[in-house]
T-cell receptor, first 113, second 116 residues
Framework: DAMVIQNPRYQVTQFGKPVTLSCSQTLNHNVMYWYQQKSSQAPKLLFHYYDKDFNNEADTPDNFQSRRPNTSFCFLDIRSPGLGDAAMYLC????????????FGPGTRLLVL | GNSVTQMEGPVTLSEEAFLTINCTYTATGYPSLFWYVQYPGEGLQLLLKATKADDKGSNKGFEATYRKETTSFHLEKGSVQVSDSAVYFCALSLPFQETSGSRLTFGEGTQLTVNP
């Protein structure tokens, strides 16, 4: 089945230690998104890629970076995690011209010690 | 700006009860409307969607109708089950823009608990 995959499902890191979360998709969608979600609040968009074009949200901290080496993969890098960055990180994809529906992965829960 | 307002939760029902979760929206242009469901510890799953006025989305016994005149997209189910316990998010998106993608604007989410 076509899907969005996130690895790992759970990630523990130390305060200030860089961490990378990964997302892959078999949907061949040209748009990929990263969201941060805290405590069952609504997800907050961090940034998205349209093909290779990166679009950062204005209020996304510089501590968060992203890479998309190819259509299938997208990475979220947190350069110096703080305690406030502990959250669920959700990857989503959509197809431009495909009805604007976003499909989400299962998420990675990040714990910062 | 665009916004989505959901009924406040949490909502607690007994099994086989009727469910309504209200959702209203404000948007410029012609949004698509969505309901997503999130089970504990999981990502968001698309439950149903509607892309134009008077469309009805339906899935797994859930339904919602895109009402442009009342700017609403209320979620209903005739008989809930314990397995429906989850957080439900109403959302809208507008046509794709390169700087914002198909940006989803979410409601606050409604926690539903169904007791046996």
């Amino acid at each position: 089945d076509a899907m969005v995959i996130q690895n790992p499902r759970y990630q523990v890191t130390q305060f200030g230690k860089p961490v990378t979360l990964s997302c892959s998709q078999t949907l061949n969608h040209n748009v990929m998104y990263w969201y941060q979600q805290k405590s069952s609040q609504a997800p907050k968009l961090l940034f998205h890629y349209y093909d290779k074009d990166f679009n950062n949200e204005a209020d996304t901290p510089d501590n968060f970076q992203s890479r998309r080496p190819n259509t299938s993969f997208c990475f979220l890098d947190i350069r110096s995690p703080g305690l406030g960055d502990a959250a669920m990180y959700l990857c989503a994809t959509s197809l431009r011209g495909g009805g604007e529906t976003q499909y989400f992965g299962p998420g990675t829960r990040l714990l910062v010690l | 700006g665009n916004s989505v307002t959901q009924m406040e939760g949490p909502v607690t029902l007994s099994e086989e009860a009727f469910l309504t979760i209200n959702c209203t929206y404000t948007a410029t242009g012609y949004p698509s409307l969505f309901w997503y469901v999130q089970y504990p510890g999981e990502g968001l799953q698309l439950l149903l969607k509607a892309t134009k006025a008077d469309d009805k989305g339906s899935n797994k016994g859930f339904e919602a109708t895109y009402r442009k005149e009342t700017t609403s997209f209320h979620l209903e189910k005739g008989s809930v089950q314990v397995s429906d316990s989850a957080v439900y998010f109403c959302a809208l998106s507008l046509p794709f823009q390169e700087t914002s993608g198909s940006r989803l604007t979410f409601g606050e989410g409604t926690q539903l608990t169904v007791n046996p």
